[in-house]
């Protein structure tokens, strides 16, 4: 294999970075290095399966199961659709949503080489016909920062914040501010479409 098929390999799973930029940017999703699940951490919720649908706008989620702990979450409105690898993760007694990039078709691998995958996480919970996902706040978590009123390990660039943290710090963090409304404001209600 030479130098240039692996690179573009390796960058061809990246292309799902700007997806996830579209995805949550708007929202002010908050992307960290680190997964917020060990293995012993994971649920599965099989009332997730199927598709939701956001009333207010032409989004499409989609959630299938790929194995006893792992779904992969179609993603679509009418302009773009992209897959995640989500899992979901039992904190205490808080369900967290994780998600992470699915390997795309190769695109431009130049494009691709200045992408990085990384996961994102939203409070879940779900009722028979209604799935609430609840972002991390960004405007929360950097005045927190920069007040220095909440402390974990993050990096910025180009005016985003990248949390550094590990799983275990994650965890910790995430626990603490499960129940602050301020730290998952504004959450995004989908309803079962089948």
């Not at 302009?79 to 699915?102: C, M, Q, S, W």
């Not at 220095?148 to 910790?172: V, Y």
């Amino acid at each position: 294999m030479t130098i240039q098929s692996s690179f573009r390999n390796k960058v061809a799973s990246l292309q799902c970075l700007a997806a996830v930029v579209l995805l949550f940017g708007m929202t002010g999703c908050i992307p960290s290095l680190n997964p917020l699940y060990t293995e012993k951490d994971l649920v599965f919720l099989p009332e997730l399966l199927g598709t939701w649908t956001d009333p207010k706008s032409n989004e499409i989620w989609t959630f299938d199961k790929k194995s006893k702990t792992e779904y992969v979450l179609t993603h679509a409105d009418s302009n773009y659709r992209a897959n995640f690898r989500a899992h979901l993760v039992k904190i205490g007694e808080t369900i967290f949503l994780d998600l992470f990039p699915v390997k795309q078709d190769a695109g431009d691998y130049l494009y691709q080489m200045h992408v990085f995958p990384v996961h994102t996480f939203s409070k879940l919970t779900t009722s028979k016909d209604q799935v609430t996902i609840a972002m991390l706040d960004l405007a929360w978590l950097e005045e927190g920062l920069d007040s220095n009123e909440l402390a974990i390990e993050h990096a910025k660039a180009n005016g985003t914040t990248l949390l550094t943290a590990s799983t275990e710090e994650l965890q910790a963090f995430m626990l603490k501010y499960a129940n602050d409304a301020a730290a998952f404001s504004d959450p995004l209600v989908l309803q079962k479409s089948q």
